[in-house]
């Protein structure tokens, strides 16, 4: 292993990569069913939470995996489960339960093609909106999209931090591809990494409000078998996590659980822009498209082509104000995507502008070519 | 009298329960068996799903989770497994476990994880409004089988057995009493127990089925009841619609909690 200060060089997966960041994040429970292409996580925790004195336990289904880390979360353990398509479905049911009781659990979701089995061993990009709104109700979503391996390591560290620190379930939507591309990362020294824990109560057990109006809009935990004897429910609840049926309280707590993702939002908001000052034309990608995007943008520059990247990290919440901004200089926007058009249609939202949309849902990649004539044909 | 009240959020009532419905008769018997085991309000974790008798854990002042219909069984096991110190019960009812929850159940029982199910049997579901269960028996009316239902129905207890549960036992609403000793046990039997409690529905089972009101299916639970020891005497036929009561299955099998811990002092001692 070569090392580089405190640093250390490897090559491994995406998949590997999201395992081994998870443990360094604090991760200590996890429950998975194995489905293609994300079981290599789900493999790699099984040798490696014992290690670290953590749980592992394959479960019997997604919808019982994604129940025992909310469980597992309110007993004070930092938890994850990883799945792909049809599993992140039959999750949507708890994952709707975790924004409800705003348990901090993180769920990885390495796409494949859909609807129904569609492509298990193929890439898409297609469950974005699925991961905005696959549950039912009114609700506030983080979802973050590595490209690389380098990324996907940072962003799951960084899912757990946004986790935590909002008591929200973060999603990570990782595609096939990154998922299983071995390549270099270098991991950094295990105190470069910043890792934010909940936010703990400090009240006396007779003075804990589980779900208290605090000035932030997140209410600190407490965690079960501690001396605090409180009710977690799905059931819309007041602060004292009770159900109620009180209009009022009820429209507090809806408005709070949004509010409390929507006022932070520029903590959460993450893009990287490349070449976009002079930029005519912006490729908006995200995933492993970013990568073909990337590409595409030089050789269109080698030519003369005014063209930008907008990246996104952070599919949900969308950066829509930041591309709003842009879209006064730029003509047109051209938005490659493993979908047919998911994201394409939250950045015309967005600029109010057409996109040109690059879509490929046949299980390729899409090539650098493919998006580079798009440009061609977008700038004559 | 027994002191209900420290273990009640008494804010919490009056409850939701209809006039003469078994899930009361239950949490007391369950109140008083955590009583008779010693142990302390602070180690104990209530989960629950979806019906009526899910609704238990919120008048009950533990560490109480009341989960998604079927899903009490997989937000438990997190629980367990997290902190293993708790003592762990899971109060559903029939639909809730064996209809949409019964790949957890089955699963539970085959881990043999420590946790104690008390599952209220009342053969309808009763929190939608009296549809049909897996446990409705065949020919018994609800109101989604009009004609009588023409499903034959589950026997839970078998069930968990043949899944792998260390202790299981039965009981009904009558034998009050005898139930908080059966629950008793159960919370000290390491590994999985099932309590499954037959709980008279009168609103939703025994309306359209004339079974008459809440002491009149009490009535039936004594007069047809009859306990394991005596039933081991009895063939077939003449056990044929007596409900089986008390200790049906009491074995020794390794709990999963313990074996974890195991393949942790395993792994780690390699490691280090
Ligand atoms: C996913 C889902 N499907 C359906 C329901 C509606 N539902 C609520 S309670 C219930 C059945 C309850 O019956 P049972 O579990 O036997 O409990 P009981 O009310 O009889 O105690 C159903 C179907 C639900 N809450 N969630
Ligand atoms: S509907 Fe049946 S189970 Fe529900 S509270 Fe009424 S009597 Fe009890």
Known sequence: MAQLNNRSIKIMTGNEACAEAAIVAGMRFFAGYPITPSSEIAEVLSKRLPEVGGVFIQMEDEIASMGAIIGASLSGLKSMTATSGPGFSLMQENIGYASMAEVPVVVVNVQRGGPSTGLPTLPSQADVMQARWGTHGDHPVIAVSPSTVQDTYEWTVKAFNFSEKYRVPVIILMDEIVGHLNEKIVIPDANEIEIINRPITTDPPEKYIPYKLTENDIPPIAHYGTGYRFNVTGLSHDETGFPTNDPKKIDALYRRINRKIERYKNEIIFYKTELLDDAEICLVSYGSSARSAKRAMREARASGIKVGLFQIYVLWPFPCEALREISNRIKKFIVPEMNLGQIAHEVECATRTECIKVNRVDGSPITPQEILEKIKYVSV | ?272
């Not at chain 2, 020919?139 to 549960?165: C, M, N, Q, V, W």
């Not at chain 2, 000290?188 to 809440?214: D, H, M, W």
């Open chain 2, 1 to 272: 009298m027994f002191p209900y009240k420290k273990y009640l959020r008494l804010d919490k009532f009056p409850h939701i329960w209809c006039t003469g419905c078994g899930c009361g008769i239950i949490m007391k018997a369950m109140l008083r068996a955590i009583e008779r085991a010693k142990i302390q309000k602070d180690d104990v974790a209530i989960v629950s799903g979806i019906g009526c008798s899910s609704r238990t854990p919120g008048y009950l002042d533990f560490n109480t989770l009341h989960t998604h219909h079927g899903r009490a069984i997989a937000f438990a096991t997190g629980v367990k497994l997290a902190k293993p110190k708790l003592k762990v019960i899971v109060v559903t009812g029939d639909g809730d476990a064996t209809a949409i929850g019964g790949n957890h159940f089955i699963h539970a029982a085959r881990r043999n994880l420590d946790m104690t199910v008390i599952l209220y049997n009342n053969h309808i579901y009763g929190m939608t409004g009296g549809q049909v269960s897996p446990t409705t028996p065949f020919g018994k009316r609800a109101s989604t089988a009009p004609y009588g239902s023409t499903e034959p129905d589950f026997d839970i207890s078998i069930l968990a057995i043949a899944a792998g549960a260390s202790f299981v036992a039965r009981s009904t609403c009558y034998h009050a009493t005898q139930l908080d000793k059966l629950i008793e046990k159960a919370l000290l039997k390491k590994g999985f127990s099932l309590i499954e409690v037959l709980a008279q529905c009168p609103t939703y089972y025994g309306r359209p089925n004339r079974l008459g009101n809440a002491v009149d299916m009490l009535r039936y639970y004594k007069e047809n009841s009859i306990p394991v020891e005596t039933a081991k005497k009895l063939s077939e036929e003449e056990k044929k619609g007596k409900i089986t009561i008390g200790v049906l299955h009491d074995i020794e099998r390794p709990e999963f909690c313990e074996e974890y811990q195991k393949l942790l002092d395993r792994v780690q001692i390699k490691h280090s």
